[in-house]
C-alpha cells in the first residue's frame, strides 16, 4: 500500500512563529487531506488538496502530486494552532492512509 | 459539521465480551468507514462500506466485524474485546471512492479491562 511519511514529528514554536510541515507519500493519489487534531481528540478539515494550492486564513497548502509530496504553511502561529496536523492520502477506492502525524507546540 | 454522529463516546469494557460502535450520518453519503487510533500508528483503516450491505476489510481488520443495513448506519463490532483494541475508534463518510473529501465523527474511546 502506500507509504507516507510526515516531518518532522514534533514542533515548538513560540506564538507568532511560521511553520512548513511536509508530507511525502510514496505512489500517485487521487485524494490528499491536511487534518488538524485538537487537544480534545477531534479531527478538524483543513484542506482537500490533492493537487495545487488552497489558502484559508493563515493557513495554505501546496501539493505537488508529480514529486509526491504536499506542504502546509502556517504564518503567525497561535496557541490554538497546537495540536497534531495528519496527512492522509487515497489511491484507489479503500479508505485514507494516514502519516503519524506532527505534533505541534506553540508557547505564548 | 458534516452530520456524524458516533456512539456511545466512552466505553469500558471487560476482555471477552462482545461490543458493538454505532456510527450514523444524515448526508446519505454512499462510503463509510471505521479506523482506530492509537500512539504512533496514526489513523489506520479497520473495514469499509461502499452502499447498503457492501463492505470490506481494511488494514487491521482482525477481529473486527461490520454490517451496513441501512445507508445511514454503520456498525463496527468487536465479537470478544481483548486489550489490544483498546483504542480511539474514528469513523467517517464520504460522497464517493477516491477523489471525494471525508469527514471524520467525534470518536469513541473504548477501554478493554
Known sequence: GIQVEQSPPDLILQEGANSTLRCNFS?????????HQ??????????????????????SATTVATERYSLLYISSSQ??????????VRGGADGLTFGKGTHLIIQP | D??????PRHKVTETGTPVTLRCHQTEN???MYWYRQDPGHGLRLIHYSYGVK??????VS???SVSRSKTEDFLLTLESATSS??????????????ATEAFFGQGTRLTVV
Open chain 1, 27 to 35: 505512489d500517485s493519489v487521487n485524494n490528499l487531506q491536511w487534518f
Open chain 1, 79 to 88: 496557541t490554538t494552532d497546537s495540536g497534531v496536523y495528519f496527512c492522509a
Open chain 2, 62 to 64: 482482525d477481529g473486527y
Open chain 2, 2 to 7: 458534516a452530520g456524524i454522529t458516533q456512539s
Open chain 1, 38 to 59: 485538537n487537544p480534545w481528540g477531534q479531527l478538524i478539515n483543513l484542506f482537500y488538496i490533492p493537487s495545487g494550492t488552497k489558502q484559508n486564513g493563515r493557513l
Open chain 2, 29 to 31: 453519503h454512499r462510503y
Open chain 2, 54 to 59: 457492501d463492505t470490506d476489510k481494511g488494514e
Open chain 2, 85 to 98: 483494541q483498546t483504542s480511539v475508534y474514528f469513523c467517517a463518510i464520504s460522497g464517493g471512492s477516491g
